[in-house]
């Protein structure tokens, strides 16, 4: 392989070359999906001695010169010498990446089964990837003087894009931040010269970049004293500082567990060190980082996936330089070199988002572990509805469990409704009695919440005349109806039409409903409640109402306007928000999750009722729950009645263990995915061939199941096929995955498909 890729243009100068006799020779990773690293030659006017591990160097790589990590120096080979080409430069000089983290890149790349230069060109902040150097990123920001903090925004009269801008610097999260132009850019268009304006008046500075990291208050406002129970907890875990334990704080909704959070991170920062705190995609809001900011006084760094590359970067180095003590952050943020980390801290540990689904497929939790086990440092998991994985671990004695059962302050838990629709006419979604519930608690001031888990307006059109269904052409899946956009779209891959005048079957007309939706999704539930209570004001919350950058902020702030009497979301607005007016929660319909393809489907929906559940009567008012269910005697539905997580989860893992499934096992999960419709059925058989070839005590300790067809087989286009191997040791897994992937590479038709091997996979397609 090597050979190949280098025997094209290794005409080079030989004289450039180091001592020929006694070349220096570094291992480096490229960007590259190839499992091997690549031995080059430091040429002798470069200074060999400064070359450390962890430093970026440029290199040549066939035709191309690519920018890869050095990842062991002072190297003897096993090439031939004038088939190794020499680096063309050093670009760092001082590590990029630390040994740590080399260490971690190192085991996920055996563990999760990828090629290690792409493990390492994901770990890297983009523009680090592209060469650029480690050096903070210098973007002028603007914040609010303290005049411009006093001044009333009427004051400025007639010029109204003055006016935006201090509103928009002004409001609840805003203020006294400094704001980077692109921040600026993604809440309000062409405000350059109008912001002039306002420096010229002295409403608004520039100021350093460096400050956007120390933005601590002078004086943090102190927490809340714990209550014994909290105090428990924080103890525990505070006593273990500076050894590794991995901690599941199992906490409901309202319990405190933030407070917890705070109470230890403010110890570690005063011991000197950092703090990892990794949130779930959604959880990621600016409240968050708020409240953090507001009680510790320390420099908080953020993370997240709609940062720009130059945010991204400077928050990196930021950690990496100690400049700030925290940083909050999505799943990649696990990757971020820390100068002294003490302690990580993930929250909503059973969320899917923490889970990479393509590419590196990688669980951050589990990474997370595993950090924290080579720093010898606590890692705390924390959930109101932990994964039956870490409760697994907990039952084995490898965890720790902290439980915070009672509610902070004097909110008390909200009783649980399971309301029977069966033989009920539901007036699009909703049941008479939920209607009545509703008019009740609005007649009182107070908010109500509604969850559906599905937007657009149908999941799907129908010809009464002729029974045709909108099915996407794509994919084996159904168009939703966006009747505001009028469109048809496919949730699945993107694709879109116009809502059809007739049928494209039997040509029958739509213009008197013979064209139909069937089923609801949020949209049409909107649209009934508007009717329903017309002098009530209605916030929609879904991924089709928060599109823009910054909606989904706005519409969270609004959510807690007195203005606003219902919300009505997705499951956007059942994690992690605090509504404080919200007394009714309405769970539309639970039995989607009750009956899936996919065995996970109930452990999601169990944790996903209790998370909405817990949005109901957070402060002192009593709240209340209603599940519409066509299934109210199911024992699952009956334990989340009653609050209790445990027995929910008891009968999960009976179920579970009785089906050999995980956490009683381990998964990896082989795809395969092609235009052509048998390509991928092909290749998963010829791999499964191969396994002929690896001896038969490696095959055997793993059940490998298929190949067979994904539950969505046809999406995008592509067809999709997937074989599942299955052991009760992760060891076995590995081994087998060691020799077969090479046998599977090397297969003759593997390039007509896309293929991936999902290690630990959360779903099924
Ligand atoms: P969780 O993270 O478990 O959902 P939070 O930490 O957000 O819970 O706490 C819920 C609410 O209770 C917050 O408004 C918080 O300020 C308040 N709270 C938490 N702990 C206490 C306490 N010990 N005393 C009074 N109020 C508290
Ligand atoms: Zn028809
Ligand atoms: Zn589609």
């Known amino acids: ?33 190839l499992r091997q690293i690549f031995d080059y030659i430091v040429p002798a006017p470069i200074n060999n001695s400064t070359i450390q591990m962890g430093m970026r160097v440029l290199v040549p790589f066939g035709r191309q010169q690519l920018i890869g990590v050095v990842l062991s120096t002072h190297q003897e080979t096993n090439f031939a010498l004038h088939k190794l080409k020499n680096i063309v430069e050093v670009i760092d000089h001082t590590p990029c990446i630390p040994d740590d983290i080399i260490e971690l890149l190192t085991w996920m790349s055996r563990y999760y089964q990828h090629p290690i230069g792409e493990v390492y060109s994901h770990a890297l902040p983009a523009l680090l990837r592209q060469g650029k150097p480690t050096e903070l990123v210098v973007e002028n920001a603007w914040q609010l003087t303290v005049q411009g903090l006093r001044v009333e925004t009427e004051s400025l009269g007639r010029a109204v894009k003055q006016r935006l801008i201090l509103d928009y610097l002004k409001s609840a999260m805003a203020q006294r931040i400094p704001h980077t132009p692109s921040q600026l850019n993604q809440a309000l268009d062409n405000w350059r010269d109008s912001m002039k304006r306002l420096e010229e008046k002295g409403l608004v500075e520039q100021v350093q970049p460096s400050s956007i990291f120390t ?4 004086i943090a406002e102190p927490l809340h004293p714990l209550n014994s129970e909290q105090q428990h907890a924080a103890d525990t875990i505070r006593a273990s500082l500076g050894k590794h334990q991995t901690f599941v704080l199992e906490g409901i909704t309202g319990s405190g567990k933030t407070e917890v959070y705070m109470q230890v991170i403010l110890e570690v920062i005063q011991r000197g060190q950092q703090v990892l705190v990794l949130v779930p995609e959604i959880g990621l809001t600016p409240q968050l980082v708020e409240r953090f900011k507001r009680h510790l006084n320390a420099t908080i760094a953020v993370l997240h996936s709609s940062m720009n590359d130059t945010e991204r970067l400077n928050n990196w180095l930021a950690i990496k330089s100690a400049d700030a003590s925290v940083l909050i952050g999505t799943r990649s943020a696990i990757f971020t070199p820390f100068k002294n980390l003490g ?15 393509d590419g590196l497929r990688y669980s951050a939790r589990d990474v997370a572990i595993m950090r924290a086990r080579n720093a010898e440092i606590p890692i705390i998991l924390g959930s109101a509805t932990p994964s039956l994985e870490t409760l697994y671990n907990v039952e084995q004695n490898r965890f720790t469990k902290l439980e915070l059962n009672k509610r902070a302050g004097d909110a008390i838990l909200p009783d649980i409704h399971l309301l029977d629709v069966r033989s009920q006419k539901l007036e699009n979604g909703l049941s008479a009695q939920l209607t009545q519930r509703i008019r009740e608690h609005l007649e009182r001031g107070n908010q109500v919440l509604l969850f559906l ?7 799907v059109l129908m010809c009464y005349e002729c029974g045709w269904l909108s099915h996407c052409s794509r994919c084996d899946a159904f168009f939703t109806l966006h009747q505001k956009a009028q469109r048809l779209r496919c949730h699945h891959c993107g694709n879109e039409q116009p809502i059809p005048t007739q049928c494209p079957d039997c040509k029958t007309n739509g213009l008197h409903n013979e064209l139909s939706p069937v089923g609801m999704g949020t949209e049409r539930v909107e649209e009934s409640l508007a009717e329903l209570f017309p002098d009530k004001t209605i ?11 910054g909606e989904l902020e706005s519409k969270l702030e609004q959510a807690k306007d007195a203005k606003t009497d219902i919300l009505l979301g997705t499951q956007m607005l059942a994690k992690g928000h605090h509504f404080p007016r919200v007394t009714l929660v309405g769970i539309l319909s639970a039995d989607q999750g009750l009956y899936s393809a996919d065995f996970r489907a109930s452990e999601r929906m169990g944790q996903l009722i209790l998370q909405v559940a817990g949005r109901a009567g957070r402060e002192k008012q009593r709240g209340e729950v209603i599940i519409q269910t066509c299934h109210p005697e199911d024992p699952l539905l009956e334990d989340l009645q009653h609050h209790s997580y445990p027995d929910f989860c008891k009968d999960l893992f009976t179920e579970r263990e009785q089906a050999a499934l995980p956490p009683f096992s381990y998964h990896v999960l082989i795809r395969a995915e092609a235009i052509d419709e048998m390509a991928p059925m092909e290749l998963l058989q010829a791999a499964r ?13 793993v059940e490998i199941y298929g ?31 060691h020799y077969w992937l090479p046998l599977i590479e090397s297969l003759p038709n593997r390039k007509k498909v896309k293929w991936s091997v999902d290690v630990d996979p959360q779903e099924m397609y």
């Open 453 to 459: 888990n599905r937007r657009g307006f149908a999941p």
């Open 539 to 549: 916030l929609r919350i879904d991924r089709d109402s928060t599109r823009k950058k």
């Open 707 to 737: 190949p067979f067809p994904a539950p969505m087989t046809r999406r995008a286009g592509r067809y999709r096929y997937q074989m599942l191997c299955q052991s009760t040791n992760r060891n076995s897994l590995q081994k087998l995955l």
């Open 343 to 357: 302690l990580v801290l993930i929250d909503e540990e059973h969320d899917l988002s923490l889970k990479q689904q």
């Open 1 to 33: 392989m090597q050979d190949s890729l280098f025997s094209s243009e290794h005409q080079q100068d030989n004289n450039l070359k180091g001592n020929q006799t006694n070349p220096f020779i570094i291992q480096v990773a490229v960007p590259k999906p």
């Open 215 to 218: 933005s601590a208050p002078a």
């Open 689 to 701: 061939q191969t396994t002929n070839n690896i001896e038969a005590s490696i095959v055997e300790a």
